[in-house]
């Protein structure tokens, strides 16, 4: 092979080499120009755009953002770890929460149902009129009332004084009015000799000795 045969082979396989790169040249060109003119709509719409908040914008605002979440790293760290466990949360409680709102809404529809809501709405209505009413003095006042007459039913409800009222209550059915007359000194002192007379005048005797320790009570 001659001389001039070589050199012409090696040109054709720098030919081959640069064929490539040449393709690869005329295909940027081809996306610069395509890109071109889209480039130049989005650097217009960004110029539009930042002129909206030229007057609210500062670059010293960014370099003091900047500052601010470097500064405040350990922070952002702590909120995105924060958020994870949330979120871990909701992913693990969403089953529950599935079987458990639906049961709930049952349940508050049933004391919808029953009135339940109607009641207690009702008894705020009163609870409101109470306070427009009275003072909290006058309610405290109430309430230590409450206190005591609590204890005053204590001791009606115990079982010598209800077997007391109960007797009591049934004295006006026994006593016939209509055979009630004058009755003078002796009639008094010929009543005595009544056996059930007697037992009525040993129970005014005590309900008397019990209106003493009352009236001393009152006096202290």
Same mark, same amino acid.
């Given at each position: 092979?001659?001389?001039?045969?070589?050199?012409?082979?090696? !040109?054709?396989?720098?030919?081959?080499?640069?064929?490539?790169?040449?393709?690869?040249?005329?295909?940027?060109?081809?996306?610069?120009?395509?890109?071109?003119?889209?480039? /130049?709509?989005?650097?217009?719409?960004?110029?539009?755009?930042?002129?909206?908040?030229?007057?609210?914008?500062?670059?010293?605002?960014?370099?003091?953002?900047?500052?601010?979440?470097?500064?405040?790293?350990?922070?952002?760290?702590?909120?995105?770890?924060?958020?994870? /466990? !949330?979120?871990?949360?909701?992913?693990?409680?969403?089953?529950?929460?599935?079987?458990?709102?639906?049961?709930?809404?049952?349940?508050?529809?049933?004391?919808?149902?029953?009135?339940?809501?109607?009641?207690?709405?009702?008894?705020?209505?009163?609870?409101?009129?109470?306070?427009?009413?009275?003072?909290?003095?006058?309610?405290?006042?109430?309430?230590?009332?409450?206190?005591?007459?609590?204890?005053?039913?204590?001791?009606?409800?115990?079982?010598?004084?209800?077997?007391?009222?109960?007797?009591?209550?049934?004295?006006?059915?026994?006593?016939?009015?209509?055979?009630?007359?004058?009755?003078?000194?002796?009639?008094?002192?010929?009543?005595?000799?009544?056996?059930?007379?007697?037992?009525?005048?040993?129970?005014?005797?005590?309900?008397?000795?019990?209106?003493?320790?009352?009236?001393?009570?009152?006096?202290?």
């Amino acid at each position: 092979m001659t001389r001039e045969e070589l050199i012409l082979e090696r !040109l054709d396989r720098l030919e081959a080499q640069i064929a490539p790169v040449s393709e690869s040249a005329r295909s940027m060109n081809e996306l610069k120009e395509e890109l071109t003119p889209r480039v /130049n709509e989005a650097v217009q719409a960004l110029i539009v755009g930042l002129a909206d908040i030229e007057s609210d914008f500062q670059l010293e605002d960014v370099t003091y953002l900047l500052k601010k979440l470097l500064r405040n790293v350990n922070n952002l760290n702590f909120s995105l770890d924060q958020l994870k /466990n !949330l979120i871990d949360f909701v992913q693990t409680a969403e089953p529950l929460l599935k079987h458990t709102v639906p049961q709930m809404i049952f349940f508050l529809d049933e004391l919808e149902q029953k009135g339940v809501f109607r009641l207690l709405g009702a008894a705020l209505e009163v609870l409101k009129n109470i306070s427009q009413s009275y003072s909290a003095e006058d309610l405290e006042q109430m309430g230590e009332g409450m206190v005591t007459l609590g204890g005053v039913l204590k001791k009606i409800t115990a079982p010598d004084a209800v077997a007391f009222i109960e007797s009591a209550v049934e004295i006006p059915g026994r006593v016939d009015l209509s055979k009630a007359g004058e009755v003078g000194l002796f009639g008094m002192l010929g009543a005595m000799g009544d056996r059930e007379v007697k037992q009525g005048m040993g129970i005014l005797l005590e309900l008397t000795k019990g209106l003493g320790v009352f009236n001393r009570r009152a006096a202290s």
